[in-house]
Nanobody
Framework: QVQLEESGGGLVQAGGSLRLSCAAS????????MGWYRQHAGRQRELVTT???????NYADSVKGRFTITRDNAKNTVYLQMNSLKSEDTAVYYC???????????????WGKGTLVTVSA
């Protein structure tokens, strides 16, 4: 099995910064795309950003220029640096990773349990 351990959420004032981490462990042969999603209270989960294995990134318009995703392939870890945080960034942030657990098997999606980010006005 594969486990995703998220960390770094918490309470921050508007304009501040936070850094989220998500480390994958377990039966991992290789990782493909990694990303972060978020879910505001009462709303559907939405894409924040993704990063491919070779480092290509994609961002939601609402976070462009403020958030940066990076990954450390040696540590099976993805990071989300969040700057200039706004109250509307308050949400539960979920890590998502595509993992291959056998040599010729498909990539499967795994989700973290989520970490709460609260931005106070």
């Amino acid at each position: 099995q594969v486990q995703l351990e998220e960390s770094g959420g918490g309470l921050v004032q508007a304009g501040g910064s936070l850094r989220l981490s998500c480390a994958a462990s377990g039966r991992i042969v290789s990782l493909n795309a990694m990303g972060w999603y978020r879910q505001h209270a009462g709303r559907q989960r939405e894409l924040v950003t993704t990063i491919t294995r070779d480092g290509s990134t994609n961002y939601a318009d609402s976070v462009k220029g403020r958030f940066t995703i990076t990954r450390d392939n040696a540590k099976n870890t993805v990071y989300l640096q969040m700057n200039s945080l706004k109250s509307e960034d308050t949400a539960v942030y979920y890590c998502n990773v595509e993992v291959r657990t056998s040599l010729y098997g498909p990539y499967m999606n795994y989700w973290g349990k989520g970490t709460l980010v609260t931005v106070s006005a």
